[in-house]
């Protein structure tokens, strides 16, 4: 099975009416799990062929002075490109990423990440994502990542221990919470 999804539109998405909310049994993941103290607990979207997010870092999550760490970047890219595996029916790890930096995300700045399916391959699927300022739409990040999708038997396995859920939402629903605000 291939599908032509490369030339998926760039830059900020706006949603359908067709979107869902990520709702998983608790879990230790660090961007999005809630039972991990240290982690994000990022609250994740999905719909028309994407995933995001929109949040606001603090000085917790720093690298320089004022100055998100690109780890934490890498791993929001991550994290939305891989869930937007989910509208494709697939779960999938990571099995290369790479982030180009364009401008710093800073603290306080509220951030849109998105990503969303290339290219699929059999077993094997192509994402890219970006990171944009969401009052301007500024792109500061970009990603791209290939994933290997689970067999038959781990999806069905990750599907019974996570309870993957997708709830529909109002558009007038579509706020999240930023992170270190709760």
Not at 49 to 62: D, I, K, N, P, Y
Not at 111 to 133: C, S
């Amino acid at each position: 099975m291939t599908s032509d999804l490369r030339h998926a539109p760039e830059g900020p998405s706006t949603p359908s009416s067709n979107v869902f909310r990520v709702e998983v049994a608790p879990h230790g993941c660090f961007v999005c799990g809630d039972l991990n103290d240290h982690g994000l607990h990022v609250p994740l979207r999905v719909g028309d062929g994407r995933a995001w997010t929109e949040l606001v870092l603090t000085s917790s999550h720093e690298g320089w002075a004022g100055v998100i760490h690109g780890g934490i970047i890498a791993a929001l890219l991550d994290e939305v490109m891989g869930w937007a595996l989910f509208q494709q029916d697939c779960w999938g790890v990571t099995a290369e990423l790479g982030v180009r930096y364009k401008a710093p995300v800073t603290v306080g700045q509220r951030v849109r990440v998105e990503g969303w399916v290339t290219d699929v391959h059999r077993r094997i699927f192509h994402a890219a994502g970006h990171v944009v300022d969401a009052a301007s739409g500024k792109v500061l990040c970009t990603g791209e990542a290939t994933y290997m999708a689970a067999g038959e038997a781990q999806r069905a396995e990750l599907q019974a221990r996570y309870h993957l859920r997708l709830v529909p939402l109002a558009s007038d629903d579509l706020a999240l919470t930023p992170v270190g605000v709760r």
